[in-house]
């Protein structure tokens, strides 16, 4: 499932991330990795951005970027 499909509130493990490298680098940065575990803390009207918890990090990404995300729910 991706990212961009969980609720607010829902937990996930990050399976895969099918995107360019740059945005790889960047989200890696953040600690968004393949084997983190993220939490949803918030969605905006129409998922166009995404609030997750990872490692006590809290990131703010767009929707584009979170359907990229392939998560298992936990």
């Known amino acids: ?6 609720k607010k509130g829902d937990s996930a493990l990050i399976k895969k991330i099918d995107t360019n490298e740059a945005l790889k680098t960047r989200l890696a940065s953040f600690g968004v990795v393949r084997g983190s575990e993220l939490t949803i803390e918030a969605c905006s009207m129409g998922k166009k951005t995404m609030e ?3 490692d006590g990090t809290l990131i703010g990404l767009r929707g584009d970027e979170a359907e990229k995300i392939e998560v298992e729910k936990i």
């Open 1 to 6: 499932m991706k990212l961009s499909e969980l």
């Open 52 to 54: 997750i918890l990872v």
